[in-house]
């Protein structure tokens, strides 16, 4: 028994190590970076959209990253595979570009090129959808469709983890809390590498958010959220590809995890389908910045950036633990049950919002009735007096 025991621990020793090394080296290099970022005026300035009232350091993104990319490299050297290096010159692409986009402010097309050729590389070279294991009775999909999914889900997970990056603390908690969960089924598919990248990146993120988390000392900017968006897109392909399909126990052991990925992702997913759609419904550029993402409308409820990113972080995980009950259910059912799921959740967030302005509304006409009362009160006075 107690040889077992041991047997496992050392299974999972690397896992726990890698965490920890990224995490010490992340939580070591934020405060150069927060230094080095005033020094130099790399500050992102507060404007009418945005919550902070102070200039903030915008490159935190390049110590999470370089707390994942040092252990990654390791892991990669060791199994030396073409495609995880095309993988990794991938991300490195990603990350370059984040930092221009952090000095300089890239024109929006010129990042979504970028973004839409990383994806058609990374796909060539294996890493693509090739079967949804069900969903919307779709297994096998043509080599067109194959791409055409898999460029679409990597440019929208890393636009969503972008946008869904507005308060403290919240897209990197997100980001470590699904990098944990995909870990774990990467473990349970017997992918090491994979899974050993993914428990690396969540210790980045959990030193990062030492200084990301209310009061924020440092954001991630583009930098860090496109390595984010990126990584989470990544990690997810890799799972739903996870498993070959050679009989009925595999093909419902796939599915499981499809449904699992999906709700790993949702929240940020729904949430950049609704404001856009909203936009267009509004006859509006979707691509219009405005403040009605769910973080903005949670701030506007009263609630404050660490209660906010805490009660999204509970919305996460809630819809990861559904998607872990369904995982045996119809995935069709499934995946439309967890949109369902996080529609309510969200709805819910601007009901109160529309509940307390309809409140507000009230109470401000009723102060401007007692006005009134009081100024006729004072009228007859006078007119009594003369």
Do not use: C
């Amino acid at each position: 028994m107690q040889a077992e025991e041991t047997s496992t621990y050392s299974e999972y020793m690397p896992f726990i190590l890698s965490f920890l090394t990224a995490f010490v080296i992340t939580l070591l290099l934020i405060p150069l970076i927060i230094k080095l970022s005033h020094k130099y005026q790399l500050v992102d300035k507060p404007d009418q959209r945005k919550v902070h009232k102070a200039p903030i350091p915008t490159l935190g993104g390049i110590g999470f990253f370089a707390g994942f990319i040092g252990i990654a490299l390791i892991w990669m050297i060791l199994r030396a595979r073409l495609a995880d290096v095309v993988m990794l010159g991938g991300l490195v692409t990603l990350f370059t570009m984040g930092i221009f986009d952090d000095m300089l402010d890239l024109r929006a097309s010129l990042k979504f090129l970028i973004q839409i050729g990383v994806a058609l590389i990374i796909s060539y070279f294996g890493f693509r959808i090739t079967t949804l294991n069900g969903v919307f009775g779709i297994y096998e999909m043509p080599v067109w469709a194959q791409y055409a999914f898999s460029v679409f889900l990597i440019t929208g997970l890393i636009n969503a983890f972008n946008l869904i990056d507005g308060i403290d603390g919240l897209a990197g908690g997100l980001a470590f809390i699904n990098s944990l969960v995909l870990g774990s089924i990467l473990i349970l598919q017997h992918n090491i590498l994979f899974a050993l990248l993914a428990f690396t990146f969540a210790g980045a993120l959990l030193g990062f958010l030492k200084y990301n988390f209310n009061p924020a000392k440092i954001f991630m900017g583009d930098t860090g959220s496109l390595v984010i968006g990126f990584l989470m897109a990544f990690f997810g392909i890799v799972v739903i590809s996870g498993e070959k399909i050679e009989s009925a126990e595999a093909l419902k052991l796939s599915s499981g995890f499809t449904i699992i990925v999906v709700g790993t992702l949702l929240l940020p997913v729904y949430d950049t389908l609704r404001v856009f759609s909203e936009r267009i419904l509004k006859k509006s550029s979707p691509f219009k910045p405005d403040r009605t993402h769910v973080h903005h409308l949670l701030i506007e409820t009263g609630a404050r950036h660490k209660r906010a990113s805490i009660i999204l972080y509970f919305a996460n995980i809630t819809i990861i633990a559904l998607s872990y009950l369904l995982r045996h259910s119809n995935p069709s059912f499934s995946i439309l049950l967890l949109f369902v799921t996080a529609a309510v959740l969200s709805e819910s967030i601007n009901l109160k919002r529309l509940l307390m302005e309809i409140a507000l509304g009230r109470k401000a006409e009723e102060n401007t009735q007692k006005i009134v009362e009081e100024n006729r009160f004072l009228e007859d006075i006078i007119d009594k007096e003369n």
